[in-house]
Nanobody
């Protein structure tokens, strides 16, 4: 059974940075797409960014130029570097990986507030 564990969330002031990490453990042959989603209070879960096995990233418009997704296949880990954070980025962030079906992490809270 595969499990994902996120880390790196927390409280940060507007304009600050955080780096999220998500590591997969268990019996893993190959990981296809890795991604980050978020869910703010009262809103639906949305895709923030993902990265294909080829290394090609995708970003939702609201985070382009501020967030960077990357992956380390040797460590079965995906990262999300978040810079210039805004209050609208406050949410629970979830990691998801296609191994090959979708596996989800429990989530990590990111709060952007002064």
């Amino acid at each position: 059974q595969v499990q994902l564990v996120e880390s790196g969330g927390g409280l940060v002031q507007p304009g600050g940075s955080l780096r999220l990490s998500c590591a997969a453990s268990g019996t893993i042959r190959v990981i296809y797409t890795m991604g980050w989603y978020r869910q703010a209070p009262g809103k639906q879960r949305e895709l923030v960014a993902n990265i294909a096995s080829t290394g090609i990233p995708y970003y939702t418009n609201s985070v382009k130029g501020r967030f960077t997704i990357s992956r380390d296949n040797a460590k079965n880990t995906v990262y999300l570097q978040m810079d210039s954070l805004e209050s609208e980025d406050t949410a629970i962030y979830y990691c998801s990986m296609n191994i090959p079906s979708a596996v989800w992490g429990p989530g990590t809270q990111v709060t952007v507030s002064s």
